[in-house]
């Protein structure tokens, strides 16, 4: 079975400032690993995702994460917040062996940005 | 606009009742995948379909239920409403039937059981 951690349900950043959002998975084969975002009011959209290739995975508004299978982390990182990054962030993992299971979701974590 | 469309946006209904939401997925995309958002659960993958035919079972209510028809619009049911119930529901579709790319959302249907 698949599974998705966030640490961190809230984090607080001032603009300019470097985002770090957590998200360590479960899975007993290579993971597909994804990044989404969701503004009030809105559906979810993708950030990056990672499948295969090169761990460094550069996505959408300046984001990236890195895939460190020893960890079995999926970080998200910005280096400088804007106030239009305030959303909800969500982790998601879906299995490579067979890929019919779909994404499962982490509990998301609320970015805030502070003027 | 990410191309999905759900409606209604928002309804509100009562204990016992039973309800449709309707989702059109973006232009030529055959899988359509229905989640359930809640303040207590998160999102959670309810059930997924790939041109007309079920493909993936979440944790889906037996008092759930959905389809996909020929013109791959879906429609899931929820009946015997309960408070419990209460949630954003949140359509999505992608052009596979495999995960390894992009689910576009719809903006969701907010349902109130009262």
């Known amino acids: 079975a698949q599974s998705v951690t966030q640490l961190g349900s809230h984090v607080s950043v001032s603009e300019g400032a470097l985002v770090l959002l957590r998200c360590n998975y479960s899975s007993s084969v290579p993971p597909y690993l994804f990044w989404y975002v969701q503004y009030p009011n809105q559906g979810l959209q993708l950030l990056l995702k990672y499948t295969t290739g090169a761990t460094l995975v550069k996505g959408i508004n300046g984001f990236e994460a890195e895939f460190k299978k020893s960890e079995t982390s999926f970080h998200l990182t910005k280096p400088s917040a804007h106030m239009s990054d305030a959303a909800e962030y969500f982790c998601a993992v879906s299995e490579s062996d067979t890929g019919r299971r779909a994404l499962t979701f982490g509990s998301g974590t609320r970015l805030q940005v502070q003027p | 606009d990410s191309g999905v469309t759900q409606t209604p946006k928002h309804l509100i209904t009562a204990t016992g009742q039973r309800v449709t939401l309707r989702c059109s997925p973006r232009s030529g995309d055959l899988s359509v995948y229905w989640y359930q958002q809640s303040l207590d659960q998160g999102l959670q993958f309810l059930i997924q379909y790939y041109n007309g035919e079920e493909r993936a079972k979440g944790n889906i209510l037996e008092r759930f239920s959905a389809q996909q028809f020929p013109d791959l619009h879906s429609e899931l049911n929820l009946s015997s409403l309960e408070l419990g119930d209460s949630a954003l529901y949140f359509c999505?579709?992608?052009?596979?039937?495999?995960?390894?790319?992009?689910?576009?959302f719809g903006e969701g249907s907010r349902l109130t059981v009262l």
């Open positions: 999505a579709s992608s052009v596979e039937q495999l995960n390894t790319g992009e689910l576009f």
